[in-house]
């Protein structure tokens, strides 16, 4: 069983930069893909962007490309959620989920999610 936490969101003006962290605990980090979703209010939950288990390999929503980046530490077995040049648009409760086999951007796939953390993105 694994536990994700996630922590870092708050409230931010439009063009700040934002930095989320996704702790993992309980298996082994290495052999996980990670990805990062997000929910506004009253829509669906979206992709965000994923990483491999190697760390090799990443994917971005259309929306985030060239503003966020994903990255993992091995030794603190966080992931990360690198924001710049926030939106009134990426406002939403962002989740980090894991998984053994999957690597993509379908959260029905993930089978750990933490309990999500918000952002909140002012003018």
């Known amino acids: 069983q694994v536990l994700l936490v996630e922590s870092g969101g708050g409230l931010v003006q439009a063009g700040d930069s934002l930095r989320l962290s996704c702790a993992a605990s309980g298996g082994a980090f290495s052999v996980y893909a990670m990805g990062w979703f997000r929910q506004a209010h009253g829509k669906q939950r979206e992709f965000v962007a994923a990483?491999?288990?190697?760390?090799?390999?990443?994917a971005y929503a259309d929306s985030v490309k060239g503003r966020f980046t994903i990255s993992r530490e091995y030794a603190q077995n966080t992931v990360y959620l690198q924001m710049n040049s926030l939106q009134l648009e990426d406002t939403a409760v962002y989740y980090c989920?894991?998984?053994?086999?999957?690597?993509?951007?379908?959260?029905?796939?993930?089978?750990?999610w933490g309990q999500g953390t918000q952002v909140t993105v002012s003018s």
């Open positions: 989920a894991a998984d053994l086999s999957y690597y993509g951007s379908s959260d029905s796939e993930y089978d750990y």
């Open positions: 990483i491999d288990w190697s760390g090799g390999s990443t």
